[in-house]
């Protein structure tokens, strides 16, 4: 039985847990992704199913944004973001991040 305070090292035995925990802790840097303009029409539209797509470099994700934020930033384009992935093997997985609208760059964890 684990303790509070102890650590444990080493590859998890267990295979349910590693996937809950592969699948709980990740994190997807955007290399291309939508406008300002599609972003918000995405937002505005989330309860109709509007996606995204964000491009990993390595694969493409649609997603569901349910909420932008602005972040003080001087082009007034850099957002947290706040939604659920619908595509690939984390399809309905949410998610929180950062996003550039000016750049198209970002990540979502």
């Not at 599609?38 to 909420?67: M, P, Y």
């Not at 690939?88 to 609208?101: A, L, S, T, W």
Request: charge should be neutral; proline fraction near 4%; hydrophobic fraction near 40%.
């Amino acid at each position: 039985m684990w303790k509070e305070g102890d650590v444990r090292t080493g590859p998890c035995k267990h295979p349910r847990i590693a996937e809950a925990v592969f699948e709980a802790v990740f994190e997807l840097a955007i290399v291309d992704g939508p406008s300002n303009s599609e972003l918000l029409r995405a937002v505005t539209h989330s309860d109709r199913g509007q996606t995204v797509l964000f491009d990993t470099g390595d694969d493409i994700f649609k997603a569901i944004v349910h909420e932008r934020a602005e972040i003080a930033s001087t082009d007034r384009l850099t957002f947290a973001v706040k939604g659920s992935l619908v595509s690939g093997k984390r399809k309905g997985v949410p998610f929180v991040g950062i996003y550039d609208c000016g750049r198209r760059r970002g990540y979502v964890e």
